[in-house]
C-alpha cells in the first residue's frame, strides 16, 4: 500500500530554515508529481508547492508555487531515494502549521490520491 | 487565479439526516472538483473526484454533483463516523486552491 512519511519539522526562528522529507514507498515515485499541502491551526488547507515526475518519458520534473512562499521555498525530489523535499528559507510565523505531502493521482489532473500524516512546523521567537 | 468557496463553514445535523455542504468556483472548472474529509487530529482523505465519482471503498451515502462552477456533496444519512470537516479543491491546473471547509458535528 502506497505509503507517505514526512519528518524533518520542529520549532524555529523567524527568519531561519529548515527543510522537510517525505519518504514514498509502495509505487514508482519517479513517475509521479508530488505536492505539499500545509494547515495552519485549527485552519484550513493551503496547497503549497507541486513538482512533476522526472523518469525521462516525458514528465520533465517542473515545480509549480503558491504565491505565499514563492521566493522562499524549493520543493525538490531524490528519485533514487524515493524522496520528496520542501527547502523552507526566510521562514515566517505564519509559515507554521502542519505540512502534509501527497501523491498526485497521473492522468487525473492535480488529483491527490494519497497523502502522509504530516510533520508539524513551529515559526516562533 | 480561482477562488473555492465553501458553504456553510460548520453545520450540526442528528444521527439519519440528510447533510447538503455546497463549493462555488469562481471560475469553471468543468468537472475537475474533488472532495477531501479530514477526521480530527487526522491526515485528509480523498473521498470524491471528477465532482460525483466515489473513490473506493467510501459509503454510499456519499454522492457529489455539479459541474462549471456549483457542487455540491451529499451525505444521505449522516453517521456519527461522518464527524469531520469536508473540503473541496479544484485540480485541473495549478494552482489547487481548497475550499475554506465545512466542520459536520452531530447534534
Known amino acids: 500500500e502506497v505509503q507517505l512519511l514526512e519528518s524533518g519539522g520542529g520549532l524555529m526562528q523567524p527568519g531561519g530554515s529548515l527543510r522537510l522529507s517525505c519518504a514514498a514507498s509502495?509505487?514508482?515515485?519517479?513517475?509521479?508529481?508530488m505536492t505539499w499541502v500545509r494547515q495552519a491551526p485549527g485552519k484550513g488547507l493551503e496547497w503549497v508547492a507541486t513538482?512533476?515526475?522526472?523518469?525521462?518519458?516525458?514528465?520533465?520534473?517542473?515545480?509549480f508555487y503558491a504565491d505565499s512562499v514563492k521566493g522562499r521555498f524549493t520543493i525538490s525530489r531524490d528519485n533514487s531515494r524515493n524522496t520528496l523535499y520542501l527547502q523552507m528559507n526566510s521562514l515566517r510565523a505564519e509559515d507554521t502549521a502542519i505540512y502534509y505531502c501527497?501523491?498526485?493521482?497521473?492522468?487525473?489532473?492535480?488529483?491527490?490520491?494519497?497523502w502522509g500524516q504530516g510533520t508539524l512546523v513551529t515559526v516562533s521567537s | 487565479d480561482i477562488q473555492m468557496t465553501q458553504s456553510p463553514s460548520s453545520l450540526s445535523a442528528s444521527v439519519g439526516d440528510r447533510v447538503t455542504i455546497t463549493c462555488r468556483a469562481s471560475?469553471?472548472?468543468?468537472?475537475?472538483l474533488a472532495w477531501y474529509q479530514q477526521k480530527p487530529g487526522k491526515a485528509p482523505k480523498l473521498l470524491i473526484y471528477?465532482?460525483?465519482t466515489l473513490l473506493s471503498g467510501v459509503p454510499s451515502r456519499f454522492s457529489g454533483s455539479g459541474s462549471g462552477t456549483d457542487f455540491t456533496l451529499t451525505i444521505s444519512s449522516l453517521q456519527p463516523e461522518d464527524v469531520a470537516t469536508y473540503y473541496c479543491?479544484?485540480?485541473?491546473?495549478?494552482?489547487?486552491?481548497f475550499g475554506g471547509g465545512t466542520k459536520v458535528e452531530i447534534k
Open positions: 501527497a501523491k498526485v493521482w497521473t492522468g487525473n489532473g492535480w488529483l491527490l490520491d494519497y
Open positions: 509502495a509505487f514508482t515515485f519517479s513517475s509521479f508529481a
Open positions: 479543491q479544484k485540480y485541473h491546473s495549478v494552482p489547487l486552491p
Open positions: 513538482i512533476r515526475g522526472s523518469d525521462g518519458s516525458g514528465s520533465d520534473g517542473s515545480t
Open positions: 471560475q469553471g472548472i468543468s468537472h475537475y
Open positions: 471528477a465532482a460525483s
